[in-house]
C-alpha cells in the first residue's frame, strides 16, 4: 500500500541559537519528545526546512528536529555568505545536537541535504544511529558540470537550459556558473532578484517529472530564491568546500552505519550512478532505485519510499535498542 506524508503536526518548540560568527540559526522540534532523535538536512545549498519535512517521519516514534543552515531560511541574516563555509555548518549540526542534550540520532537529508549528513557523518560517526538519504550528491566537479555546462542536463532540456545560460546575455557563455555567481555578487539588486529567479526556476525544472509545465510564475517566494542562487553559486564555484572525492575517500569512517539511500531513476539534479557508486562502496547502505520518481523530495513515488524508509529504520533501532 502507498504512503503519503504524515499528517501535519505543530512545533513543539522553536528558537533561533546563537552559533557565533554573526549567525543564528532556526531551529524547532516537533513529535514525541522521547522518541528517536531525527534531523533532517535540507537541500540547496540555501534551501532551508520545510513543514512538510516534519511530516516524513510519525510523530508518535520519532523526536524530529528540523533547522535551517547558516544563511539561509528564516536563519539570521540571510542570504548571507559570510563565515559560511562546509565546516561551518557541520559545527552547527554538532553545536544543536549538544544544545539538544542528544547522545546520538538518526541523520536524514535529500540533495545538497546528503552531502552535508555524508559529511557530518564522516566527522562525528559516533553521533549517528543510521542515514537515510535521498537523491545523493557527493559535490564533485562532475557533478556540477552535469548541472551547469552544456552536455549534462543540458542534453534533456535544451530549450531550458538556452533561458537559463541565456539570462547572462552572452557574457558567460564558457562559464554560466561563473558568470552567475559574478553577478549575483553585484550591487544591483534589481540584476541579483532576476538572476536568483532563473537560477532557481533552471532547478525547478530539472526537479520532477510530475509537472508538464513550470515558469517563472511558479517562482513565488523571492527570498528562497535568492538565499538557493547567492549560497548554491558561492559553495559551488569553490567545490562545496571539499576535496574531490572527499566522501568516497573516507568512507570507511561510516562503514558500519545503517543507511537507505533513496534516488528517483529520472533524477535530473542528482545523478543516480553517483549514488549506485557510494551504495557499492557502502557496505551497509542500500539503494532503493524509484522508477517513476526525479528529484524533488515530494513526488509520489518519493514521498513513499521515504515514509516506508522511516518506518523501517524505527523498528530496526528499537529491535536494537531492545
Known amino acids: 500500500m502507498s504512503r503519503t506524508l504524515y499528517p501535519k503536526i505543530s512545533v513543539t518548540s522553536q528558537q533561533w541559537l546563537d552559533v557565533g560568527d554573526g549567525h543564528q540559526i532556526y531551529l524547532e522540534q516537533s513529535g514525541n519528545e522521547k522518541g528517536i532523535p531525527v534531523v533532517y ?5 540555501g534551501g532551508g526546512s520545510s513543514e512538510n519535512h516534519r511530516r516524513y517521519f510519525d510523530p508518535q516514534l520519532y523526536r524530529i528536529i528540523l533547522f535551517d543552515q547558516r544563511g539561509c531560511g528564516r536563519s ?4 548571507s555568505i559570510e563565515n559560511n563555509t562546509l565546516d561551518h555548518l557541520i559545527e552547527d549540526i554538532e553545536l544543536i545536537r549538544e544544545h539538544l542534550g542528544i547522545k546520538q540520532w538518526l541523520v536524514t537529508g535529500g540533495s545538497w541535504g546528503t552531502t552535508l549528513a555524508l559529511a557530518y557523518g564522516i566527522r562525528y560517526p559516533a553521533r ?3 542515514f537515510i538519504l535521498r537523491g545523493v550528491f557527493l559535490a564533485s566537479t562532475a557533478e556540477c558540470d552535469w548541472l551547469y555546462k552544456p552536455g549534462g542536463a ?7 537550459y538556452r533561458e537559463f545560460a541565456g539570462h547572462l546575455g552572452g557574457k558567460y557563455n564558457s562559464d554560466v556558473l561563473g558568470g ?3 553577478l549575483l555578487s553585484s550591487e544591483n539588486e534589481v540584476a541579483v532578484i532576476a538572476a536568483s529567479k532563473a537560477w532557481y526556476l533552471w532547478e525547478l525544472r530539472l526537479s520532477t517529472i510530475e509537472h508538464a509545465h513550470i515558469g517563472m510564475a511558479q517562482v513565488e517566494d523571492t527570498h528562497q530564491a535568492l538565499c538557493m542562487a547567492v549560497i548554491s553559486s558561492f559553495y559551488f564555484t569553490r567545490q562545496c568546500f571539499m576535496d574531490e572525492n572527499y566522501i568516497l575517500d573516507n568512507i570507511s569512517q561510516i562503514q558500519d552505519i545503517p543507511a537507505i539511500l533513496l534516488h528517483g531513476r529520472y533524477d535530473m539534479v542528482c545523478q543516480l550512478h553517483i549514488a549506485d557508486q557510494l551504495c557499492q562502496q557502502w557496505r551497509n547502505a542500500q539503494l532503493q532505485i524509484l522508477p517513476c520518481a526525479g528529484h524533488s523530495g515530494f513526488e509520489t513515488q518519493t514521498i513513499d519510499a521515504f515514509c516506508k524508509a522511516t518506518d523501517t529504520m524505527a523498528n530496526f533501532l528499537t529491535e536494537k535498542e531492545s
Open 76 to 79: 539570521k541574516p540571510s542570504p
Open 128 to 130: 549517528v544511529l543510521g
Open 154 to 160: 543540458s542534453c534533456f532540456y535544451p530549450e531550458y
Open 180 to 182: 552567475y555567481h559574478q
Open 41 to 45: 538536512f535540507h537541500g540547496g545549498p
